[in-house]
């Protein structure tokens, strides 16, 4: 389905943005993603907003054209399938940048220096990986991501859900004990009083990830503009102004 960020004119169909960037529907930047997954993607008052949308926004309105946001199944984001078919010109997703991934698409640079987390339920008593295995708890994640194969990694088999907030409600329902997902998507979580009075964070996990936007291989006029647009905002402070309003306090080598 698509949810637009905001109001565009023209008709669809392939054409090109200011500076010759190539875009999939006139006057749009098409970005897939997978909702919802906060704080860089969800769904606010009938909008879809977040740290990434927010970030694209500014690649969209620097090629004067707007951005429309397509949600699509996370596994299309390993394969570059929707980008390859021609459904969108670029993904946003909270996407860790992995060589596996390198092969079907190409990365912006990195925005994003992310790490994995492990939140659990207050009554299961765990507060690490460790104390999951020990007690024979059961671990969730959600499916595809940088957290299920770090789990796997460790000699886990998580239960796997569809999107965060199926891991969320796995919690929730006691499916699962405890879920590994990335740490801001827990910040946002426990930012809700009912989940801070069921649930606790516990071991952080620095896997070394970062974060990138992806795009079609080759589409390097379109890489070029997220460059420029994510430089531009880092060297103004708006990086750290949108960093900020959507993630929280910046981290302590930024202060």
């Known amino acids: 389905m698509f949810l637009a960020v905001g109001c565009s004119s023209g008709d669809d169909g392939p054409a090109e943005a200011a500076g ?3 875009v999939v529907a006139k ?3 098409t970005t897939c993603t997978h909702l919802p997954y906060p704080p860089f993607q969800f769904e606010q008052d ?3 907003v977040g740290f990434d949308v927010s970030l694209i926004d500014l690649v969209a309105k620097n090629l004067k054209v707007e951005q429309t946001i397509l949600d699509t199944p996370f596994e299309t984001f390993k394969t570059g399938a929707f980008l ?3 459904r969108c010109d670029l993904a946003a997703a909270g ?3 992995t060589d596996e991934r390198k092969k079907n698409v190409d990365f912006s640079v990195p925005y994003f220096d992310a790490t994995q987390a492990l939140l659990a339920t ?3 008593g765990v507060t690490s990986l460790a104390d999951v295995k020990s007690q024979k708890k059961k671990l969730g994640a959600q499916a595809e991501t940088t957290g299920e194969s770090y789990a796997k990694s460790q000699g886990f088999d998580p239960v796997a859900f569809e ?3 199926a891991v969320l409600n796995g919690l929730r329902t006691g499916q699962v004990d405890a879920v590994v997902i990335d740490y801001p998507v827990v910040q946002g979580w426990l930012k809700d009083k009912a989940n801070a009075a069921e649930f606790v964070p516990g071991q952080s ?3 070394g990830e970062q974060y990138g936007f992806s795009v079609k291989k080759g589409n390097t006029k379109l890489l070029a503009a997220i460059y420029k647009a994510i430089k531009d905002a880092k060297a103004d402070g708006t990086y750290d102004k949108l960093y900020k309003q959507w993630i929280g306090p910046l981290p302590q080598a930024k202060s």
């Open 20 to 22: 010759g960037v190539p």
């Open 27 to 29: 006057g749009k930047l």
């Open 46 to 48: 009938g909008k879809v």
């Open 84 to 86: 390859n078919s021609g």
């Open 95 to 97: 996407m860790t940048i």
């Open 122 to 124: 207050k009554k299961s």
């Open 163 to 165: 999107s965060s907030d």
């Open 205 to 207: 996990i620095d896997t």
